[in-house]
């Protein structure tokens, strides 16, 4: 009542009503209600242990998002942005294809770069090749998780779909196995966390799932979703290599160990991977040490089996590691010379602590609506910082000399990590132990996973049945939320007044209530509270709709694909103004398969930039991955311009000389209705704004 009332408050005296502020009062006034008769039923009602019924309800859970992935995929639904090709190109509103949601234009990395990629890998001839000079040097497709006709796809299964079906349903199954990774490993080895408890290890993979940065990043080429999934499967597999009864689960889940150590790697982006590899072996040592596992491993009815199997699996990763590092070595090798990333280091620290707060206060977080000093909604992501209840449970256990060993490495990880971040560490330890490749704001998902790991271990653990029951925990609760409201009024300043009041005051109040039944070891009540707001506010983040109508029903692309079919050796530029327009429509011509200058790419264009730049006075603007902008120059020689750290333009005259020094065969001016005649080249079409033109003797 008091929320709503400080809610009409605000619409007397701004004449707005914050209808964001409402509907987050109304979740948490329902989520309450919800607390209210579950921890009543959890107290009157005692769960009886029943292994065939949970052996069972495992498989139902499994089978479940197996056939809602197979049935989502052959739907074609997906996430992507796309649709906002219609608007940026066709001049049409792009709600074509959604279901629910909308496109977000931040997510930029999916829908302007890696799925451009994916549409240009296709119309190669052959397709999917591993060398595309539209993605970057050398095998590049490779090194940025693009579908590629090369060994390594064995063990990517989200990939095999664009060798035997269309497009869209291709894309599909490869953007749904994100999510349906995620859950299905987060499940499996969540079971082994929460001691068999499904309904605990279900809840903790869609806390993870739904988290803002896992939704805000879930698209990007990095493969994230992937790379935490593979850690997940990598665990289970070992756990079942140890404590499996039958030779065919052993060496079924030796497959899967191969699979997702090969896949981990493959996603190749280490800012990602270095933080969660050291999680894997904390998580690692703390599983093997744990008393449910210490006298399991190698301790069944067929340890010789058990051991071949292991080391044939590490045998096997090993050789294709060395075969891989052999063939994408000299690209690498490039890239590591790039001033960014391959230059780019970091000894961490200047990770502001108030921003693990950020999460409490953004359930309103829009793409437009963000804290603005953290640059847009996506860096200002992260996950519920439950890492306090973690430390003080420890805390509490090594005081009663009954720590748990995989709850102690998991806060021992995250408290050194948290010093990485803040802190920093020696330059010589960073480069020593790789951390120099991470970086502190890449690192808090290793944080926030190990996080959700820890609570589902902790919620695992048997209520203390002489510890204070539920009403004087909620007592605690109201008497701590003042705390927490000064604690969140602090980190609202930092973020220049994102939430409001009424938002703080509810935040307040409700994650107190839920750090007391976090506390209490109150599964129920702890995981409803926890997934039901992460759910209604991060469940669209990424739009639902159906197949790719952005790009397979644009009249923009059916037009140049047709125009490059008939030419399909000849290089293209796109040129106009410094617009987003003009920037983007490079990419989108990449699209139809044609080799284009400028555009997204991974490594320099070196054949180009001998012709613009032969004495390397630009070197520092272009060796990058970056995004190049061609804008109309009226000098008389190139110029480059650095526009951020992935991004530059390159300032070119609308001369004939220097597209024929470039070997282009076609110029597609963007909203430039002054160039209207270019010597050497004929005007052969119109479209939206867009005017091609096509070298007179390339014909």
């Not at 190109?89 to 949601?101: C, E, K, M, Q, Y």
Request: charged share 15%; net charge positive.
């Amino acid at each position: 009542m008091l929320l709503f009332i400080a809610q009409f408050a605000r619409h007397r005296t701004t004449g707005r009503f914050d209808r964001v502020g409402v509907a987050i009062n109304i979740l948490l006034a329902g989520s309450c209600i919800a607390l209210l008769i579950t921890t009543y039923l959890s107290q009157r009602q005692e769960q009886k242990h029943d292994p065939e019924f949970n052996w069972l309800f495992r498989n139902i859970i499994v089978v479940a998002l197996a056939v809602i992935y197979l049935a989502a995929s052959l739907a074609k639904l997906n996430g992507s942005s796309t649709a906002l090709w219609r608007e940026l190109v066709d001049r049409h509103p792009p709600n074509v294809g959604l279901i629910a949601g909308r496109a977000k234009e931040i997510r930029s990395d999916e829908w302007f770069v890696h799925t451009p990629w994916i549409w240009s890998q296709a119309e190669q001839t052959p397709a999917f090749p591993n060398q595309n000079t539209n993605v970057g040097d050398g095998v590049a497709p490779l090194l940025t998780n693009l579908p590629a006709r090369h060994w390594t796809m064995l063990f990517r299964p989200q990939m095999w779909g664009f060798f035997f079906l269309d497009r869209e349903r291709a894309f599909a199954f490869n953007w749904n196995f994100k999510w349906l990774g995620l859950l299905l490993s987060g499940f499996l080895f969540l079971r082994v966390v929460a001691r068999a408890d499904n309904l605990l290890a279900l809840s903790g993979a869609l806390i993870l799932l739904f988290s803002s940065y896992i939704q805000w990043f879930f698209s990007s080429p990095t493969c994230m979703p992937e790379i935490i999934s593979m850690v997940f499967f990598a665990l289970w597999a070992v756990q079942v290599i140890s404590k499996a009864t039958s030779r065919w689960a052993v060496a079924g889940a030796g497959v899967v160990l191969l699979a997702a150590v090969e896949q981990f790697a493959f996603c190749c982006y280490p800012r990602f991977q270095i933080p969660l590899a050291y999680l894997a072996v904390a998580l690692f040592i703390g599983t093997a040490a744990s008393l449910e596992n210490r006298n399991s491993i190698m301790g069944g009815r067929w340890d010789w089996f058990r051991a071949t199997c292991l080391f044939a699996v590490l045998a096997a990763a090993v050789a294709l590691l060395w075969q891989w590092t052999r063939e994408v070595g000299p690209t690498i090798t490039e890239i590591k010379g790039l001033v960014y990333p391959g230059q780019t280091t970091s000894t961490g620290g200047g990770y502001h602590f108030l921003r693990f707060l950020a999460p409490f206060l953004e359930f309103s977080m829009t793409q437009e609506h963000y804290p603005a000093p953290l640059g847009n909604a996506c860096e200002a992501s992260g996950f519920l910082f439950l890492a306090p209840v973690l430390v003080l449970a420890v805390a509490q256990d090594l005081w009663r000399r009954a720590a748990d060993p995989i709850l102690t490495a998991l806060v021992v990880f995250v408290v050194l990590t948290l010093c990485y971040m803040t802190l920093g560490i020696p330059e010589w330890l960073a480069r020593a132990t790789g951390w120099s490749r991470a970086e502190p704001t890449r690192a808090i998902i290793a944080v926030g996973v190990a996080s959700v790991i820890g609570v589902v271990r902790y919620l695992a653990v048997p209520r203390d049945e002489s510890a204070p029951n539920t009403i004087w925990h909620l007592i605690g609760a109201f008497a701590f939320a003042p705390i927490f409201f000064v604690c969140f009024y602090i980190a609202n300043l930092q973020l220049k007044k994102f939430a409001t009041l009424s938002e703080i005051m509810a935040a307040s109040i409700f994650f107190a209530a839920v750090f007391a039944l976090l506390w209490q070891r109150n599964r129920i009540a702890s995981c409803v509270l926890l997934v039901i707001p992460l759910l209604s506010t991060n469940a669209l983040v990424n739009p639902i709709g159906r197949g790719l109508p952005g790009l397979t029903q644009s009249p923009m692309l059916k037009w140049l694909s047709g125009v490059h079919k008939n030419d399909p050796d000849a290089r293209w530029i796109v040129l106009g103004d410094s617009d987003n327009r003009n920037c983007c429509m490079a990419q989108f011509v990449r699209a139809t398969g044609a080799d284009v200058l400028g555009g997204t790419r991974c490594t320099p264009d070196r054949e180009m930039l001998r012709v613009l730049d032969r004495d390397n006075r630009y070197a520092n603007v272009y060796n990058r991955y970056a995004r190049i902008c061609v804008v109309v120059s009226q000098e008389t020689r190139p110029a480059f311009k650095l526009g951020g750290a992935d991004n530059y333009q390159l300032r070119l005259p609308f001369h004939r000389e220097w597209f024929e020094r470039l070997g282009v065969g076609y110029v597609l001016v963007v909203d430039r209705s002054d160039l209207v005649s270019l010597p050497g080249f004929e005007r052969i079409g119109e479209r939206e704004g867009c005017a091609l033109f096509r070298r007179v003797s390339a014909r």
